[in-house]
């Protein structure tokens, strides 16, 4: 039986990215679904690709990427943790405070949308590991495709007013966010992660109650979760219970023991709390994009307008570009780009394929942020497979 791996480089690895090199003999990541891909449908979600069930870790197909915002009930699912429960939304209670506060608060859901302003805003939501599961050499973790990213409207109140009404102190350095989440086992770390105090204080910084208009599904963090714009989903903590100001680094394991990077190799924002010589936490998305139309190894029609699109987004200056090749990497041109709808949105690209001569079509496409930053050709190898952005590659054949 043919590995995913395999049928994936059966299906769609016979682009080579010549002029692009080092891309010979890895399968094109341009898309990715595969006949093992098993769809189950958790309670209030359709059927999404299961990668583990406990805990749940299900991601989004591509067919439903195609929107402009991501469906609630498409959205991908991200645990670490197997014990989720369901909260009574009116016993619920967020207790903010912490050392570095001068006193603290414990708010129904009810006192977050009554006492704080309002804020809507669209962002990516994407786990530092999409696409690891397309990683060459293979590296351990849960083995996504494309689909462990989504684009919703969040709405809620920004973080940062909620922290000063505890008056947070001059001496804070991070802080702490916990959900009800827990693991089976109590050997296993709880889930809590930690921001610099300056991207907690950031008025996009949110705890958001709703997204795309209707209150967080159970799956995605209910009753309320952090929205961490521009930076990975591993900080955008679900179901929050738990929000501490404090003076020192947090030491907890989802901080110190994993969501690391090579110190030094990405771009992005520091956290210098957190840094050591050796690893650094990932922060900021990197400028990247999707194909979403058309799939992977569609035959089209000769002389028949056919037409490519998708998303490009990074981590908050927004799309400056999308330039797509017909030739390997040999010549670019650029794409047309859709509305702008915020700087931490996904941006839409759309390019008039050309179908007047037969014959394979590769096709690959590179995003460039207003920031200056563009998609690499090449994987930055790293231990946990995170920051997958390399040049998208898919083949086509005009028939
Ligand atoms: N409470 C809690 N929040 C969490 C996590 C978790 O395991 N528990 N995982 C984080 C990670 S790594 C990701 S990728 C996102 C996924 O968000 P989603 O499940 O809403 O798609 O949730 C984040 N928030
Ligand atoms: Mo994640």
């Known amino acids: 039986m043919l590995t995913r791996r395999r049928w994936l480089a059966a299906s769609t690895g016979t682009l080579m990215l010549s002029a692009l090199g080092g891309a010979r003999g890895e399968p094109a990541s341009g898309q990715a679904g595969a006949p093992e891909d098993i769809l189950i449908a958790l309670p209030g979600k359709k059927p999404l690709i299961k990668r583990s069930f406990r805990p749940p870790n299900f991601e989004t197909p591509l067919s439903d990427l195609r929107q402009p915002f991501t469906a609630n009930d498409a959205f991908f699912v991200r645990y670490h943790l197997a014990v989720i429960p369901e909260i009574d939304v009116r016993a619920w209670r967020l207790r903010v405070g912490g050392p570095s506060t001068a006193r603290s608060l414990e708010l129904s859901l009810d006192d977050l949308k009554r006492s704080f302003e309002r804020v809507a805003l669209p962002a990516i939501n994407q786990c530092s590991g999409n696409r690891r599961g397309l990683f060459t050499p293979r590296v351990p973790g849960v083995q996504w495709t494309n689909g462990a990213m989504g684009h919703a409207t969040w709405s809620g109140v920004r973080l940062r007013d909620v922290l000063r009404k505890c008056d947070v102190q001059a001496d804070a350095l991070e802080v702490v966010l916990d959900g009800a989440d827990s693991a089976l086992l109590p050997q296993t770390p709880d889930f809590q992660k ?19 208009g209707r209150p967080l599904p159970h799956f995605n963090g209910a009753p ?9 989903a591993t900080y955008w903590v679900k179901h929050l219970t738990d929000i501490r100001v404090q003076a020192q680094r947090f030491d907890g394991f989802w901080m110190k023991g994993a969501y690391r990077i090579p110190t030094g190799v990405f771009p992005g924002a520091r956290f210098a709390s957190q840094e050591t010589p050796e690893t650094t936490p990932i922060t900021q998305i990197l400028v990247n994009s999707l194909i979403t139309t058309p799939s992977s190894d569609t035959r089209l029609a000769r002389n028949r307008p056919a037409q490519l699109s998708g998303w490009a987004w990074d981590g908050g200056t927004g799309i400056a570009a999308v330039d797509l090749s017909t030739d390997g990497g040999l010549n670019w041109r650029s794409a047309a780009l859709d509305k702008d709808l915020g700087r931490f949105a996904w941006r839409g690209f759309h390019f008039a394929l050309d179908t007047s001569r037969p014959g394979p079509l590769a096709v690959a496409v590179r995003a460039t942020s207003r920031g200056g930053e563009q998609q690499p050709e090449k994987l930055t190898p790293n231990p946990a497979g995170y920051h997958d952005n390399k040049i998208l590659s898919l083949a086509l054949e005009v028939a």
């Not at 991207?199 to 795309?212: C, G, H, K, S, V």
């Not at 309320?224 to 990975?232: H, S």
Request: charged residues 20%; hydrophobic residues 50%.
């Open 194 to 212: 930690s921001l610099p105090i300056e991207r907690a204080l950031d008025e996009n910084t949110l705890i958001a109650f709703e997204m795309n």
């Open 224 to 232: 309320a979760r952090l929205i961490v714009p521009g930076w990975t």
